[in-house]
């Protein structure tokens, strides 16, 4: 969808090496999430935010920070990359109403760490 | 705590038939939203169906439609006329409608295979 993309698209990285995940999105939602994909899990929260500034965590969220200093931009980083974090990481964003409005996904980050 | 479960990690389906996707959900809460996404090859998560707890008429859309039981918590989505570009991972996926986070909650995922 054209009002959300994630950088990079694909990245490989060092075990050890801290990596940045980048959410930029143009609808100015107030909510912003980050989900990894793995097979047999789905899609599962790491951490999301409901303002500048405010974030809370999701259900995996150990090894991961988030920050959130514009509306527009929300940021994943793996402080120390593991084996165990390579993952497809999805952003996706929903303008917080109590509607049925579907989230809206950035296309995803293929991680691999080595 | 609400769960997502999605008890067939693969299905197949031959052209032009109809395939039934299962879902099933626990909650204690009386209002809230189940949707269902489906991801191609692209990865690319695509909202297919969308259905509103109280609402009792099952949403569709097009060639989808759902079968919703609120008692028995079971959301399964038919495909007609199966096409091959519905070839993909399918998603159920779970939303309070008064959390205030308006997290959701996936299932594992079913693979459907459409065979020509």
């Known amino acids: 969808d054209a009002g959300i993309t994630q950088s990079p698209r694909h990245k490989v990285t060092e075990t050890g090496t801290p990596v940045t995940l980048r959410c930029h999105q143009t609808e100015n939602h107030r909510y912003m999430y980050w989900y990894r994909q793995d097979p047999g899990h789905g899609l599962r929260l790491i951490h999301y935010?409901?303002?500048?500034?405010?974030?809370d965590k999701g259900e995996v969220s150990d090894g991961y920070s988030v920050s959130r200093s514009k509306t527009e931009d929300f940021l994943l980083t793996l402080e120390s990359a593991t084996s165990s974090q390579t993952s497809v990481y999805f952003c996706a964003i929903t303008p917080g109403s109590l509607d049925s409005y579907g989230y809206t996904f950035g296309s995803g980050t293929r991680l691999t760490v080595v | 705590a609400q769960t997502v479960t999605q008890s067939q990690p693969e299905m197949s389906v031959q052209e032009a038939e109809t395939v039934t996707l299962s879902c099933t959900y626990d909650t204690s809460e009386s209002d809230y939203y189940l949707f269902w996404y489906k991801q191609p090859p692209s990865r690319q998560m695509i909202l297919v169906i969308r259905?509103?707890?109280?609402?009792?008429q099952n949403a569709t859309e097009n060639r989808f439609s759902v079968n919703f039981q609120k008692a028995a918590k079971s959301f399964s989505l038919k495909i007609s006329d199966s096409q091959l570009g519905d070839a993909a991972m399918y998603f159920c996926?779970?939303?309070?409608?008064?959390?205030?986070?308006?997290?959701?909650?996936f299932g594992t995922g079913t693979r459907l295979k459409v065979l020509a």
């Open positions: 259905q509103e707890a109280y609402k009792q």
């Open positions: 996926a779970y939303r309070s409608k008064f959390s205030g986070t308006y997290k959701y909650i």
């Open positions: 935010s409901y303002g500048v500034k405010d974030t």
